[in-house]
DNA sequence: GAATATTAGTTTGATTTGTAACTAACAACA
DNA sequence: TGTTGTTAGTTACAAATCAAACTAATATTC
């Protein structure tokens, strides 16, 4: 058996990872020691506040979540009175999403932090790196 | 409120983790059908066929992984007989990990696999590409 | 060498996730 | 209309994860 280059740290589905975790930490302990709440809520707080009013269905195509995942974290949120759901009169089983002022005071804040996370994770990258790391994780993310 | 160009898709931590996500579920299935693994146990076993045995609180280092996720591993790694671990005479709590012969071949067979699987990945990038996309990665982890 | 602290690893109970079955509303078509 | 199919979303149960407490072995300190 030859000598194989092939290592565990250059296999991409667990870079990625290995990655995703390192850097998901710092900004995880934000949302959930302040707001408790979970990465899916997060999620979906966020496609409400970036995106504007959708359905919860637009949230799992958007964000590639199950609606059962999509699901939950709506209850919650609703919960923590950070959006509210208004039932659409042409089809009754479609709610229009929509975050609450108290929900969108919560998305500013964590909009802020995730913008500042992310330039001090860039800080790490030079320009062109950064273009071609974006560049790279569309392209999997598209696969 | 001006207009903003930071988007859900530029955080790093969530394109991260929809990157890792988009390219561990090919892999996944292979692990999960072909041997009814779980990815923690993968990974233990990879570690141990490719760097040799080891004990458990070594693997928790090498692969970031949480004693109990490791504990849980060795034991569904060692009810499907791919390792067995002999104790440490000079140190009774520590007990040396190894696959078995059976483990071995478990272990060449995803090695391969995760081989031609990367290698497919890759094929969607150019080399420069790959090259800086490793080096951030790497980048990432070490923080 | 007895008491205390660390370390490796396991177990336990609570939380979270995944899968699949379910309900309710709408659509298509006979 | 009524039967069948599809879609949006929920619920229920099993599986997996996390945090914290625990056990057993070794190390340290007095």
Known sequence: MTEDEFDLDRFLPYALNQAAEATSVGFQKFYRQRYGMLRTEWR????????GEMTAKAI???ASLHKTKVSR???ALEQKRYLS?????????LETLSLTRQ???VYADLYQTAKSYDAALAENFTEQEREVLNRCL??????
Chains 1, 2 share one sequence.
Do not use: S, W
């Open 44 to 51: 979906v707080l966020f496609h409400l506040g970036r995106y």
């Open 60 to 62: 799992c195509g958007r």
């Open 73 to 75: 974290a709506v209850n």
């Open 85 to 93: 759901g208004t039932p659409q009169q042409q089809d009754r089983r």
């Open 103 to 105: 929900g969108r005071v």
């Open 138 to 143: 569309e392209k999997l993310v598209k696969l």
